[in-house]
């Protein structure tokens, strides 16, 4: 599965996480020239919620760092786009997200996760988990 993320590390993946995570996922997910994830599409905004509804790519991972809550300007969009497309976005515990609280997520939500369908969603909350236990 090719994963759409952030062009910047620092912001959407600090800790490392999402390479890990594709690591659970697929053999070979990280290219050895590189040190990135292999075949990943780095690139901003919501668009990449887009990339994943037309099926360049199958995952979106979002794990910006402790205490950031996100807006919901820069999620609902987006979650529309891919769940409309057939695919599924919740927080990194499986939940839906509930965009009417405010101007953002819950404070619990730790990232967003997508995917092109429910069998690789489940497959992308699981590796979520896996490697945070």
Known sequence: ARFCIGVEIGFGDPDGKC?????????DAIDPDTGDIAKALRIDSQAKYGVIARGGAELYVRLP??????????VAPGVVVLEEAGGKVTDTNGEALDCGLGAQLAPH????????????????VNSYQTQEA
């Open 65 to 74: 760092k402790k205490g950031y809550r996100e807006w919901i300007w820069d």
């Open 109 to 124: 939500v730790e990232g967003v996760l997508g995917s092109s369908d429910v069998t690789l969603h489940a497959a992308l």
């Open 19 to 27: 390479k890990e995570m594709a690591k659970l996922l697929h053999e």
